[in-house]
């Protein structure tokens, strides 16, 4: 299984492994959506980890895709990342990243979707690469980059495709807290206990449910949007 789910107290850990690059497929994305509707659904879970295998968070979209031609299947990949991106940013449970490494294009983008973003250390890529490889961000990305990274950081981001390591992509506003590796799963254990202990979950849902409304419907209609250009 690419995604596992294990539970510890009140918090929900989710687990990507794919064995290579945790590449974004339709499966990957699915099984991810499942878990995070899964949290929201159990009273009993009051926070997300989201983490990754060692080395690698998430590389971005499944190239085999992204590199076929295929204009339907990549415009559904990418709107179906949009959807999963989304959920994380508006997910009625405090949602914090264990980032394990690389996390590059989507991988990045499922980043600034979380709550608190929690980093190893290390000579490990972050950023949205898509311009240097020869391609655009999304509109969805476009809304919710804004809303995330630093107005210093962000024309370096998304314009120059600047990659930084995970201390840099602090200042980027891609990441919260960088620790060593043997820290990082129990930093952002702490990170998801503290709000899962603080927090009123109903008043939680309903403040996100607010305060990221905007950006939230913008982000949908950019997908719907995107989906509906193929559409004949």
Not at 3 to 16: D, F, L
Not at 145 to 165: F, H
């Amino acid at each position: 299984m690419s995604v596992t789910v294990e539970q510890s107290g009140a918090i929900s850990i989710v687990s990507m492994d794919d064995g290579k690059a945790n590449a974004l497929s339709s499966s990957m994305i699915a099984s991810l959506m499942e878990a995070i509707e899964a949290a929201e659904a159990d009273d009993a879970t009051r926070a997300v980890v989201l983490t990754g295998r060692p080395g690698r968070f998430s590389g971005g979209f499944d190239l085999s895709v992204m590199n076929a031609g295929d204009m339907n299947a990549i415009v559904g990949l990418v709107a179906e990342g949009g959807d999963l991106v989304r959920k994380l940013y508006g997910a009625t449970v405090p949602v914090v990243a264990a980032s394990t490494g690389h996390a590059v294009a989507a991988g990045a983008l499922m980043l600034i979707g979380c709550d608190v973003r929690v980093s190893v250390d290390g000579p490990f890529k972050v950023g949205l690469n898509e311009v240097a490889i020869g391609m655009t961000l999304p509109e969805w990305a476009h809304t919710l980059a804004v809303e995330r990274l630093s107005k210093r950081g962000i024309q370096r981001a998304i314009a120059n495709a600047r990659l930084t390591d995970p201390a840099e992509a602090v200042n980027v506003g891609f990441i919260d807290r960088v620790v060593p590796e043997d820290q990082l799963m129990e930093a952002a254990m702490e990170e998801a206990e503290i709000l899962a202990t603080s927090l009123d979950p109903g008043a939680y849902a309903r403040t996100m449910n607010g305060f990221r409304k905007a950006t939230l419907d913008q982000m949908a209609a950019d997908i719907a949007a995107d989906r509906d250009a193929l559409r004949p």
